[in-house]
């Protein structure tokens, strides 16, 4: 079946220490890949996106996230983790023949100790 | 004022009662969509709809049905809300073509609790 998978539920770092949570899709053929936070309380807002090009791709508050197609992965990443960065993350795809529509993972609560 | 307005932000019914999540948007959209977030299910798309006229099902649209009544006003209603349907609403709309049809702008969320 054609899915999003994450591969952690929840992740528990302390401050400054680097993040990378997994994200894996079944789909064949053309996507484009994003990166949603969620911060308590909150709406879900764009943290990066890939669509061609360069496989690695930065967003806000120095997240960043690699494309390895060979894997079908998008796996975020961010070197030093911050209290604020508390919330969840969601790895979502996008399948040009799929109707346009948005595929979102199960997503990944990330809890930083300060 | 928000791009994406839902209302209400939080409901609580019993089983059987009709409900109806409303949403609103200034972003000039014609595409929007409504999601169901379900802890360790992610969002899962219950209807969408690319203009006025053009409705389509989502992945969970079984109890729901919906109503595009402008290109700025598409609505939700459970017509009998029953407890599976408890969970946290969310509207979304992007654009058309170009960067925008790439990217979606999400209303704070409704959440809604079936006794």
């Known amino acids: 079946a054609q899915s999003v998978s994450q591969h952690n539920h929840h992740v528990i770092l302390s401050e400054a220490a680097s993040l990378e949570l997994g994200c894996n899709y079944s789909y064949g053929g053309t996507v484009n890949l994003f990166w949603y936070v969620q911060y308590p309380g909150q709406h879900l807002q764009l943290l990066l996106k890939y669509f061609s090009g360069d496989p690695l791709v930065k967003g806000i508050k120095g997240f960043e996230a690699e494309f390895i197609k060979s894997k079908f992965s998008f796996n975020l990443r961010k070197p030093s983790v911050q209290w604020s960065d508390t919330a969840e993350y969601f790895c979502?795809?996008?399948?040009?023949?799929?109707?346009?529509?948005?595929?979102f993972g199960p997503g990944t609560r990330l809890s930083v100790l300060p | 004022d928000a791009d994406v307005t839902q209302t209400p932000r939080n409901r609580i019914t019993k089983t059987g009662k009709r409900i109806m999540l409303e949403c609103s948007q200034t972003?000039?959209?014609?595409?929007m969509y409504w999601y169901r977030q379900d802890p360790g299910l992610g969002l899962r798309l219950i209807y969408y709809?690319?203009?006025?006229?053009?409705?389509n099902k989502g992945e969970i649209s079984d109890g729901y049905s919906v109503s595009r009544q402008a290109q700025a006003k598409f609505s939700l209603s459970l017509e009998s809300a029953i407890p599976n349907q408890t969970a946290l609403y969310f509207c979304?709309?992007?654009?058309?073509?170009?960067?925008?049809?790439?990217?979606?702008?999400f209303g704070a969320g409704s959440r809604l609790t079936v006794l």
């Open positions: 979304a709309t992007s654009d058309t073509q170009g960067y925008g049809a790439n990217v979606l702008t």
């Open positions: 972003k000039g959209h014609d595409r």
């Open positions: 709809s690319f203009d006025v006229k053009d409705i």
């Open positions: 979502a795809v996008k399948v040009k023949n799929y109707g346009q529509n948005f595929v």
